[in-house]
C-alpha cells in the first residue's frame, strides 16, 4: 500500500475574516492563505453568523464596528450556540473598557489598530493550536461541585447555591478549571495569564480581577465576604474548597 505524504497531511485550519475595510480584508486575506490557512472573508456580522452556521470554523477575526451587525453583538449571538469557536477581535477601539467588554463577551483574544502583522499571525497560530489541545485532551472530569454550586465544564454552564442556572464563557470555565485543579493553592497572574490566555501581554491583570468579581457574584452568597474566590495581594488568586457552604 502506497501512503503519500500530501494524504497523511493535516487539513488547513480555516479562519472566517470579517472585516469591513476592504484594502486590510484583502491584505490580511493574503497574508493568512499564504501561512496556509484557508479563509473565507465576511465584510458584516449578519455575514459571520451565516457563514458560522454553514460551515466548520478553527477561528474568527472579527471587527467590532461592523455595518449590520456590530462584533460585539454578533459574539454573543455565536456564543449562544458555540462556546468553543476561538474568536479574535481586530479592532480600531483600544480603550481598556472596550477590550474587558470584548473579553466578557466571549472573545479569547484583543489586537488593535494598528497592528504587526507578525504579532497577529502569532496570536492566530497559538489560538488555533490551544483549542485543538483542548478538543484533544479530555478533562479530568467535567463535574466540580463546591458548596451546593454545581460546574459543568463540558457543558460550559453551572448551577450556583440558589438552584439559578448560568451560562460561562469559554474563558470563564478555563479561569474556573485552573483554579479548582489548583484548590488550596495560590495560582499566580502569569500562570493565569499564560494558561487561559496564552500570552502575558494581555489582558491585564484588572482583566482576571473582574473574572473573580463574576465568579463571586455567581457563586458566593455573600460576593464582600468571599468563601471561595479570593485575591491574595501581589501574589495571584486562591480557590478555596469546601465541602458544603455555610
Known sequence: MLFNSEIMQQPAAHILLAEDEEHLQEALKLNLEMEGYEVTAVSDGLAVLKEVESQHFDLIIMDIMMPELDGISTIQSIRLNNR???ILILSAKNASADRVTGLKTGADDYLTKPFNLEELLLRVEILIRRNQQIQDKPAPSDVYVFGKNRIDFKAQSAINYKGEAIALSKKEVMLLQLLTEHANQVVSREKILRV???YQVYPTTRTIDNFILSFR???????????YFHSIRGSGYRFVSYQEAN
Open 84 to 86: 468553543e469557536l476561538p
Open 217 to 227: 457574584k455567581y457563586f458566593e452568597p455573600d460576593s464582600r465576604h468571599p468563601l
Open 196 to 198: 487561559v490566555w496564552g
